[in-house]
């Protein structure tokens, strides 16, 4: 069943599923989320093969074998397709999962605005200051452009940085000072029981 459902996986996409595929059972047996031994695979083809979920492919042509770097000859693989009563299964299931896809892509673009395509104008213009050197900076600059001058208003009154952090620090320290009160108070209570 868990190699069964790792080929559908992998290969059961629309673009791969009319093409044939090997099935290398030594290189399987090392993965872990499929916890099958070479010879469990080679068990799990043979059943894959008699209930019809995978179909054998044509032999290659010529030799069986074939050459290494190192000079030995190993086997040719074997490749493999999918039954034809699963292929149908397969389609309709890539279709319900594009049409799903389609529908959340529909929602997330709902709120944004539709933004013209630009000209090769923008294009010549980007190249020719794409580096950050070239560009002058001025006043405050924040992630979604400059900091205009209300919203510079507005964080006038928040403490600096460091006052921030000097802040923050207390708080954690005072909240130590009281978790050490109450481990010592633990360990008195403890000490008494014992």
């Known amino acids: ?42 068990g799990a083809i043979h059943t894959l093969e008699a209930i019809g979920f995978l ?8 030799s069986l074998h074939r050459m290494t770097v190192a000079g030995d000859l190993i086997r040719k693989p074997i490749t493999f397709g999918f039954g034809a009563e699963f292929g149908p299964l397969f389609a309709a299931a890539n279709a319900r999962a594009e049409r799903a896809r389609v529908r959340r892509q529909g ?6 605005p539709i933004v013209p395509v630009r000209t090769q104008n923008r294009v010549a213009s980007a190249a020719k200051s794409s580096s950050p050197k070239d560009k002058e900076r001025s006043g405050y600059v924040v992630l979604m ?10 964080t006038a009154g ?26 010592s108070v633990f360990r008195a209570a403890r000490a008494q029981d014992d």
Not at 13 to 32: C, H, N, T, Y
Not at 107 to 112: H, V
Not at 146 to 154: F, I, N
């Open 1 to 42: 069943m868990a190699l069964a459902v790792f080929l559908a996986r992998f290969w059961s996409s629309r673009a791969k599923m009319a093409q044939p595929f090997p099935v290398d059972r030594r290189a399987l047996a090392d993965r872990d989320d499929l916890g099958l031994t070479e010879a469990r695979i080679r």
């Open 55 to 62: 179909n054998r492919g044509l032999p290659p042509k010529g």
């Open 107 to 112: 929602r997330a673009l709902q709120g944004r």
């Open 145 to 154: 452009g400059q900091l205009q001058g209300s919203a510079r208003e507005a």
């Open 158 to 183: 928040r403490p600096a940085v460091s006052t921030a952090l000097e802040m923050a620090l207390s708080r954690l320290e005072a909240a130590r000072t009281v978790a050490r009160g109450a481990e």
